[in-house]
């Protein structure tokens, strides 16, 4: 029975990951370590992905957001219901809203509004978004099972790995969590 070493070591023969993958030579190990680096890399890629969608599907919530519905609008034109409205000023959580028919002519009413605070459910965004992040969590607990080892190797090149990816996608991960810190 092959037990597992409860301290830090570099020796090897653990099993990484699954239960028929023990990197034992020196150049399994190395080659484990190498495969480690780039799983990191690739973990801070999807980090890196996921901001750069949340982005994007931000700006397309509020687009659709501006849009106004039905009951936003004062005249009963279907015309102007499809055009944006126009947003003058925001000021203590109230938004001033230009309301126009036709958009070359001065607004015909000026609404006053609280702006929405919570986006709204969009299956198109948040299904994507929820399964995105479900892979990101996936992505940490098999590094996770990767230290769990106490293979010092390991631990560097994971610590290495996630290290150089965030130098090349940290600046794209702007509208996603970067970590699990809840």
Request: with cysteine; aromatic share 10%.
């Amino acid at each position: 029975m092959v037990m597992m070493v409860p301290w830090l070591h570099f020796t090897g023969g653990d099993s990484l990951i699954f239960k028929s993958w023990h990197p034992s030579s020196h150049g399994a190990i190395a080659g484990a370590c190498i495969g480690l680096v780039i799983f990191a890399i690739f973990e801070r890629w999807v980090n890196a992905m996921r901001g750069v969608l949340s982005v994007y599907w931000r700006t397309r919530t509020l687009a659709q957001m501006s849009v106004p519905s039905s009951s936003d609008a004062p005249c009963h034109d279907s015309s102007s219901i499809s055009k944006p409205l126009k947003v003058s000023a925001v000021s203590d959580g109230v938004e001033e809203v230009d309301i126009s028919p036709v958009p070359s002519q001065r607004p015909a009413l000026r609404v006053r509004r609280v702006p929405r605070t919570i986006p709204p459910f969009l299956p198109s965004h948040d299904i994507p978004r929820g399964a995105l992040f479900a892979f990101q969590a996936l992505l940490y607990y098999v590094l996770m099972l990767a230290v769990m080892t106490f293979q010092a190797a390991y631990i560097i090149s994971i610590i290495v790995g996630l290290m150089i990816g965030e130098v090349l996608f940290g600046r794209y991960a702007g509208g996603a969590k970067t970590h699990f810190s809840h």
